[in-house]
């Protein structure tokens, strides 16, 4: 995988301040790091690499045309430019096997938006365009890889960047200023708002548009729904009836490049599925499988007989204090931007152990979100599955916001919703079943569950790919859940995995990937570490304005409190997360 760094200003960048780029995008991208000058110096565009589909030099990022029309700084990875080229670009003699050099090409003959709605991966990526004196940016509706732009206080300066804290340690332009309803937002659920972050002028970029900054004119401007072009170029693939072959193809598809590829194997039907597809073609070597002392022994024995079914070196996992405390110490460098998902510290154990064998790990992330798997979907299933779709859009409204609460914090007074969002899909015509995975896929997915995996592999430099988030399988989903109301549960990856190894699979429950903050908190440096930190909000708590729950922080911060449930835990992680990073933005 690779970081991002831009600047444009009225005034040269600081030469001197290469160095800091240079050392902020370094876990992102080892290999290489290029940056070039355009615009007398005003517009700066750097780029670091992990080298994973062509080696050479040749693949150097900034990469421009060689008639200087456009240059691109690409993170990410395309798992179809090489079908691309042949149908769109076989006249084109091509230096390199990049599909970097495929995506400049393809922009120059069909222009920026059919390009990238061909592009079939995970893609966040920057184009300057020298023709029009504007900087295009996107990233794609799966949302794998961060992409964030800001703004100085006197919008006069303009950046972006994979890495959001760089944009304060890099130009004192960029003031950190609180968004305070974003902020009460993420006490309140561990979401903002998007595009919105929890600091003013700085944001995320919405997955799947297209955003068009005037470097003449220094406004900028969401331009397309490129997500709504991919339906069109995909939905005609989509057939229920071949999804094993298809499945099969799709999950196939991420596994390329040039580098040695493994596989987190939690034991459950995600991980399990994209194991089947890899591991027939010999495309993977190693399944890494986390486990804790007497805790998800089923899904860990399961992993087991996965993993031999599918002959597969099994490498076990066991997660300990030291790793907790690495990361709960080094969390503002491994995350860079507040994340309340706790599971980052599982995440970083396996991925500790797997980056000394292996450089790309494969996840089954997406899976509960495509195919409904979340527990929590069942009672609303249930109480309104029948008849949701034919509500008026104020009561489906409500519904939606009920679902809401399984994200509550109680660290604030009151629950705090993105209203125009739920809104907003209240007023379509969907069921139940669909509504809710738009939810996750929208917010939960893209603010929790795929940053806190982006930022805990590359920290080890490694490159996470999700191979159920390919556009097939965002299409298909699309289908499956608007005319499966009454079939959920991941029917179509449960089919696949029987199809092909039959028995050996047998899972009776959904356990998930956990941190143990339980079992962790125990340790007293551990849980003094977070309290000590958190302790630190205090003053933002006092703020009535701010309307947050004073008594239950005296609660989660009282060392004389043995009392604390897995729930205050993550409160307190959620918490711990804000005030690391908070700092690292001075």
Known sequence: MCGIYTFFSNKPFDLDNINKVKNGLKRRGPNSFGYQLELNN??????????????????????????????ILFNGEVYNHFELRN??????????????????????????????????????????????????????????????????????????????SLFFKISNEFQKEYELSELISY?????????????????????????????????????????ELDEKVFSNKINLQDFNLEAYNSIFSAVIGSRPCGILLSGGIDSTAVAIACASQEKILRA??????????????????TAKALGLDHISIELGMREAIEVAENLSEIIDYPNPDPSVISTYAVAKEASKKDIVLLTGD????????????????????????????YIKCKILKRYMRNFFTGCSLKQIVNEDYLDFLSRKKNNILY???????????????????????????????????????????????????????????????????????????????SAYLHKLAKDKYFLDLLQTKVDNLK?????????????????????????????????????????????NYS
């Open 87 to 164: 149908r769109f670009l076989s006249n084109i003699k091509f230096i390199s096997n990049s599909d970097t050099e495929t995506i400049l090409y393809l922009i120059d003959k069909l222009g920026i938006n059919k390009a990238l709605s061909l592009l079939d991966g995970m893609v966040s990526i920057v184009i300057f365009s020298r023709e029009h004196n504007k900087l295009f940016f996107y990233r794609d509706k799966s949302a794998q890889k961060p992409l964030f732009y800001a703004f100085s206080s006197n919008y006069r300066t303009f950046s972006i960047s994979s890495n959001p």
């Open 42 to 71: 005003n517009l700066f565009l750097s780029h670091s690499r992990l080298s994973i589909q062509d080696l050479s030099s040749s693949a150097s990022q900034p990469m421009s045309l060689k008639s200087g029309r456009f240059t």
């Open 539 to 583: 003053d933002i708590f006092a703020e009535p304005e701010y309307k947050l729950n004073k008594d239950y922080f005296k609660k989660i911060t009282s060392r004389k409190s043995n009392s604390l449930k897995n729930h205050d835990l993550r409160n307190l992680w959620l918490l711990y997360s804000f005030a690391i990073c908070d700092e």
């Open 435 to 513: 509504d809710l995975c738009e939810i996750d896929k929208s917010i939960y997915m893209t603010q929790h569950t795929l940053p806190k995996t982006d930022r805990a592999l590359m920290y080890f430099s490694l490159e996470g790919r999700a191979p159920l988030l390919n556009k097939y399988f965002l299409t298909m989903s699309n289908q499956f859940l608007s005319s499966n109301i009454n079939n959920i549960e991941k029917t179509p990856l449960k089919k696949f995995i029987k199809n092909n190894i039959g028995s050996t699979y047998k899972l009776n429950s959904k356990i998930g990937f």
């Open 187 to 227: 006490f309140s659920s561990g979401f903002t708002n998007l595009p919105k972050t929890l600091y003013k002028r700085t944001y995320s970029t919405l997955p799947g548009y297209l955003y068009e900054y005037s470097l003449s004119e220094k406004t900028l401007k969401k331009i397309e729904n490129i997500a």
């Open 366 to 393: 997406g899976g509960d979100e495509m195919f409904g798997g979340y527990n929590r979907y069942k009672t609303f299933l249930k109480r309104f599955g029948s008849f949701y779709k034919y509500l008026n859009p």
């Open 288 to 305: 890494y499988t986390l486990f804790s002392n007497n805790e998800n022994i089923e899904e860990y024995q399961q992993a087991l007989k």
